[in-house]
């Protein structure tokens, strides 16, 4: 009866200890890594602080077993004008996805928020054009069913932008 007893608790803690493994972060060198990486390699166009735009973006993109990013989907962009310098950041992450064990292709999806930090006493010209951004924008948005597969849903990557900051040209 020892013996049983012994088994089942020995199997029951082996059971336990594998329901607590996780995934290795899918990006080389880890989530900090990830977010650092694209808050330098996402590019703020002229176009974006000139409007004032900020939103949310939600991506879906396939990583082959190099890393190299083969598909890139947008699921949702609050506005179109903040998808390509998303997209130009997705480009310039070729061989840093790490794929699980296995797999040719895997998918993720990353979503991406970018805001306009206006200054704490904004002046009225700031807030009418932020105003105007916002009644103008053009979302772009999925109407139709959204297959997400064995696809790994990756934290939210958050861009801020003020004024000062000076758009960098490629």
């Not at 996805?97 to 200054?119: C, N, R, T, Y």
């Not at 297959?147 to 861009?159: E, G, Q, R």
């Amino acid at each position: 009866m020892k013996k049983l007893l012994i088994t089942i608790c020995a199997a029951l803690f082996t059971l336990g200890a594998m329901a607590q493994q996780h995934l290795a972060f899918p990006f080389q060198g880890g989530k900090a890594v990830m977010t650092k990486f694209f808050k330098d390699s996402l590019q703020v166009s002229a176009d974006i602080v000139k409007k004032k735009a900020s939103g949310t973006a939600v991506f879906k993109f396939t990583a082959d077993g190099e890393g190299n990013i083969k598909k890139i989907i947008v699921y949702y962009a609050d506005d179109a004008s903040l998808v390509q310098p998303i997209i130009d950041a997705l480009r310039k992450s070729n061989k840093k996805w790490v794929i699980p064990d296995g797999e040719k292709m895997h998918d993720f999806i990353l979503p991406f928020s970018i805001s306009f930090l206006a200054p704490a006493t904004a002046p009225d010209k700031i807030q009418k054009e932020f105003y105007d951004y916002y009644t103008s924008r053009k979302p772009i948005m999925s109407f139709d069913q959204v297959p997400l597969d064995m696809a790994t849903l990756l934290p939210t990557v958050s861009v801020n932008y003020s004024l000062k900051q000076q758009p960098k040209s490629n």
